[in-house]
Nanobody, 125 residues
Framework: QVQLVESGGRLVQAGDSLRLSCEVPGRIFSSLHMGWFRQAPGKAREFAAAINAIGTTTYYGDSVKGRFTITRDDAKNTVYLQMDSLTPDDTGVYYC??????????????????WGQGTQVTVSS
């Protein structure tokens, strides 16, 4: 049983920054490739960012590249998504996802094993 607990979503203004957190209790965290996806109202989930299990490689979707940064802190069993220069187009529910993987690649959404419940991010204009 792997639980992913997202936090940090809130209402912000365009141009603001926000940091989301996803905590995964237990020793399994060090073996998890972690990703962030987001879903705008009425749309499918979209890949935002990912980081491999050992923290050596990151991946970003084109829509967030240069503005978002994903990091992990194994001492806290937590992955973060630092979001800068936010715009209303960044509004949506942000989901943390995990896949058991020591090595790998930029996995597809369907390849992730576990998902959090999401945290709402709203960027006003």
């Amino acid at each position: 049983q792997v639980q992913l607990v997202e936090s940090g979503g809130r209402l912000v203004q365009a141009g603001d920054s926000l940091r989301l957190s996803c905590e995964v209790p237990g020793r399994i965290f060090s073996s998890l490739h972690m990703g962030w996806f987001r879903q705008a109202p009425g749309k499918a989930r979209e890949f935002a960012a990912a980081i491999n299990a050992i923290g050596t490689t990151t991946y970003y979707g084109d829509s967030v590249k240069g503005r978002f940064t994903i990091t992990r802190d194994d001492a806290k069993n937590t992955v973060y998504l630092q979001m800068d220069s936010l715009t209303p187009d960044d509004t949506g529910v942000y989901y943390c996802a995990a896949r058991v993987s020591i090595m790998g690649r930029n996995y597809e959404e369907s390849e992730y094993d576990y998902w959090g419940q999401g945290t709402q991010v709203t960027v006003s204009s």
